[in-house]
């Protein structure tokens, strides 16, 4: 089993080509806005290519962090609380806007956006998922318990 999360986090790497991806999209999008047209085509690519990011990001071990800010957050139950709860509220928030604009609105570059934005969201769920698991492992209050059995 330890070598099947090695490789699901091995795999995770991949998320670096492809936040490279979604820059690739993002630049010129924002170059278009600058320059008064819009660019909606590379918005939608740009959020689909960042919750695909998002989802190989997911697949690394949840039983290490790497940054102390990170370990900071996960170890404070009542931080990481908080830090779920509000990566909840981003995934329903970005799911239910995405599903509204895909199937209620009539414009066809709103839909598009709305289509980036529900993978997005698919995206943000296994990153809730994680967040979830990560916190259940470095929480102080729960290893403190679990040490003293």
């Known amino acids: 089993m330890k070598n099947l999360t090695q490789i699901f986090h091995t795999i995770s790497y991949f998320q670096y080509p492809l936040i490279l991806g979604s820059l690739w999209f993002y630049i010129p999008f924002i170059v278009s806005l600058l320059n008064g047209n819009a660019d909606w085509a590379k918005l939608n690519d740009t959020l689909i290519f960042f919750g695909i990011t998002v989802s190989f990001a ?3 071990d949840t039983k290490k962090t790497s940054l102390k ?10 931080r990481g609380k908080i830090f779920i709860i509000g990566i909840a509220f981003l995934v329903f928030s970005l799911l239910i806007f995405g599903i509204f604009g895909y199937f209620l609105a009539s414009n066809k570059i709103i839909q598009e956006v709305s289509f980036g934005i529900i993978v997005l969201g698919i995206g943000f769920i296994g990153f809730l998922k994680t967040g979830i698991e990560i916190f259940e492992n470095h929480r102080d209050d729960k290893n403190k318990t679990m040490a003293n059995k």
């Open 69 to 78: 800010f990170e370990k900071k957050i996960w170890k404070n139950p009542k």
């Open 58 to 60: 997911t697949l690394q």
